[in-house]
């Protein structure tokens, strides 16, 4: 099982997570690393993504994560 926390993200990518990390990572690198790991994976968990703080952005990420690492998993 394979588990991205969202706040490892820089906020102007993740707004919406528990604990903002500024400097984070940017979602192209998150992307990278789900095209690595995927083959080996059996599954995708997010976590820390906060709803009450979102106005959809960091949600829209989370859903692109999610079919990027379907579509990995697919090659």
Known sequence: MTTIDLDVLDPAF???VGNP???G???WDVKRV???VARKAIGL???ELTPAYDR?????L???LVREFIAAKAK
Request: hydrophobic fraction near 45%; avoid cysteine; glycine fraction near 4%.
């Open 45 to 47: 968990d997010i976590n």
């Open 62 to 64: 989370a859903a692109r």
């Open 34 to 36: 789900i095209e690595r």
């Open 14 to 16: 993740a707004p919406a």
């Open 25 to 27: 990572l940017t979602s």
């Open 56 to 60: 959809g952005e960091t949600a829209l």
């Open 21 to 23: 990390e500024p400097f």
